[in-house]
């Protein structure tokens, strides 16, 4: 059974950073693409940023420039930094991977940005 386990949000002022880690149980060395996503209240999951096995990266039109993804496959983990943060950026964030077909998801991190 694949778990993956997100930390590092928290409450953080507009400007502020955060770094968002998410464990997997397994090796992500295979992994073709992991990523990101988020759910703001009321909201539907929107895609934040994917990482592929390459290390190729893909990021929402609203973070480009202020995030950054990145994984170790080494630790099995991949690494969600946030600078700039904005109000709207206020949402639960979630670790996504892909294996045979199913998709797996952690229980996610709330990340709060006041104004």
């Known amino acids: 059974q694949v778990q993956l386990v997100e930390s590092g949000g928290g409450l953080v002022q507009a400007g502020g950073s955060l770094r968002l880690s998410c464990a997997a149980s397994i090796s992500i060395f295979s992994i073709n693409r992991m990523g990101w996503y988020r759910q703001a209240p009321g909201k539907q999951r929107e895609l934040v940023a994917t990482?592929?096995?390459?290390?190729?990266?893909n990021y929402a039109d609203s973070v480009k420039g202020r995030f950054t993804i990145s994984r170790d496959n080494a630790k099995n983990t991949v690494y969600l930094q946030m600078i700039s943060l904005k109000p709207e950026d206020t949402a639960i964030y979630f670790c996504?991977?892909?294996?045979?077909?199913?998709?797996?998801w952690g229980q996610g991190t709330q990340v709060t940005v006041s104004s």
């Open positions: 990482i592929t096995s390459g290390f190729s990266t």
């Open positions: 996504n991977l892909q294996q045979l077909n199913v998709n797996y």
